[in-house]
């Protein structure tokens, strides 16, 4: 597999690119062509490009494709949402496509500036825009948000959303306040939502969702005591299961499922 390196702007140490790789913005989705390939052509027109990174020897970048006119061999291709593109570009191009739409979006969402109105500007060498009026500075924006396996001997404590489009029962998560810790954020949210206290909060593995900006935190934690109570606003059910007894959880795109799947591995 070739070496991933994000960054936020071509370095000559890097050494010269065979070829640039472009990630064509069209809402909130990619546009691929029907074999999942790429261009390696950028459209004409004056959109902002966006440095992505480099992956082996092709730097990736981004374009806003919403505000330039798609014309010759683009008309092939196909705007695809970031959940099917998880299965025709594996982990490593997933993660380049959320970062893609995730940067291409901040800037639609911050071409004036929020404190006086001013139209921003591009920061040469940052990631960054800045009013030229007042100075303010946006940076891209990350949400961060928790989610944790609760145990209880050898049972898990599983959720159905009520936002959740299918059946289906995952780990609890939520967003980190102003002010809180995540792992004071994990303790709240398993109280706010299931009604239970836990303790022992470990830090598992953390995963870029672009839904729209957040990053994922994921932890597991154990069960100090109390039942089940759902918030009925956030949960329809909540279950303690044991390996054997699974419900349908979520797909291999979540880190979620990567939890649970360590989880069984342990267990089995």
Not at 1 to 19: F, L, Q, R, Y
Not at 49 to 63: N, V
Not at 177 to 202: C, I, L
């Given at each position: 597999?070739?070496?991933?390196?994000?960054?936020?702007?071509?370095?000559?140490?890097?050494?010269?690119?065979?070829?640039?790789?472009?990630?064509?913005?069209?809402?909130?989705?990619?546009?691929?062509?029907?074999?999942?390939?790429?261009?390696?052509?950028?459209?004409?027109?004056?959109?902002?490009?966006?440095?992505?990174?480099?992956?082996?020897?092709?730097?990736?970048?981004?374009?806003?494709?919403?505000?330039?006119?798609?014309?010759?061999?683009?008309?092939?291709?196909?705007?695809?949402?970031?959940?099917?593109?998880?299965?025709?570009?594996?982990?490593?191009?997933?993660?380049?496509?959320?970062?893609?739409?995730?940067?291409?979006?901040?800037?639609?969402?911050?071409?004036?500036?929020?404190?006086?109105?001013?139209?921003?500007?591009?920061?040469?060498?940052?990631?960054?825009?800045?009013?030229?009026?007042?100075?303010?500075?946006?940076?891209?924006?990350?949400?961060?948000a928790m989610i944790v396996l609760v145990e209880r001997g050898e049972e898990v404590l599983l959720a159905r959303g009520r936002a959740f489009?299918?059946?289906?029962?995952?780990?609890?998560?939520?967003?980190?306040?102003?002010?809180?810790?995540?792992?004071?954020?994990?303790?709240?949210?398993?109280?706010?939502?299931?009604?239970?206290?836990?303790?022992?909060?470990?830090?598992?593995?953390?995963?870029?969702?672009?839904?729209?900006?957040?990053?994922?935190?994921?932890?597991?934690?154990?069960?100090?005591?109390?039942?089940?109570?759902?918030?009925?606003?956030?949960?329809?059910?909540?279950?303690?299961?044991?390996?054997?007894?699974?419900?349908?959880?979520?797909?291999?795109?979540?880190?979620?499922?990567?939890?649970?799947?360590?989880?069984?591995?342990?267990?089995?």
């Amino acid at each position: 597999m070739n070496e991933w390196i994000a960054g936020t702007v071509p370095t000559s140490s890097d050494g010269p690119p065979s070829t640039r790789r472009w990630w064509l913005v069209q809402g909130a989705s990619v546009l691929v062509a029907t074999d999942g390939t790429l261009p390696v052509e950028a459209p004409p027109g004056d959109g902002e490009p966006h440095y992505l990174g480099r992956l082996g020897d092709e730097e990736q970048w981004a374009l806003d494709v919403d505000a330039v006119e798609l014309v010759g061999d683009h008309d092939a291709l196909q705007p695809t949402d970031l959940f099917t593109l998880h299965a025709t570009l594996g982990e490593q191009g997933w993660a380049i496509a959320g970062r893609a739409v995730q940067l291409v979006e901040w800037a639609r969402t911050h071409r004036f500036c929020g404190r006086c109105g001013a139209a921003t500007q591009a920061m040469d060498g940052e990631r960054a825009r800045r009013c030229p009026e007042c100075g303010l500075m946006a940076f891209p924006r990350l949400a961060p948000a928790m989610i944790v396996l609760v145990e209880r001997g050898e049972e898990v404590l599983l959720a159905r959303g009520r936002a959740f489009p299918t059946p289906m029962y995952s780990c609890l998560a939520g967003f980190v306040e102003p002010g809180e810790t995540v792992e004071e954020a994990v303790v709240r949210e398993v109280r706010e939502e299931v009604g239970v206290q836990v303790g022992d909060v470990r830090y598992q593995r953390s995963q870029p969702w672009p839904f729209p900006h957040s990053l994922m935190l994921g932890f597991r934690a154990t069960w100090l005591g109390g039942d089940i109570e759902i918030d009925p606003v956030e949960i329809v059910d909540a279950q303690w299961y044991r390996v054997d007894d699974l419900p349908q959880v979520p797909p291999g795109i979540s880190i979620a499922r990567k939890l649970i799947d360590a989880w069984v591995a342990e267990h089995s």
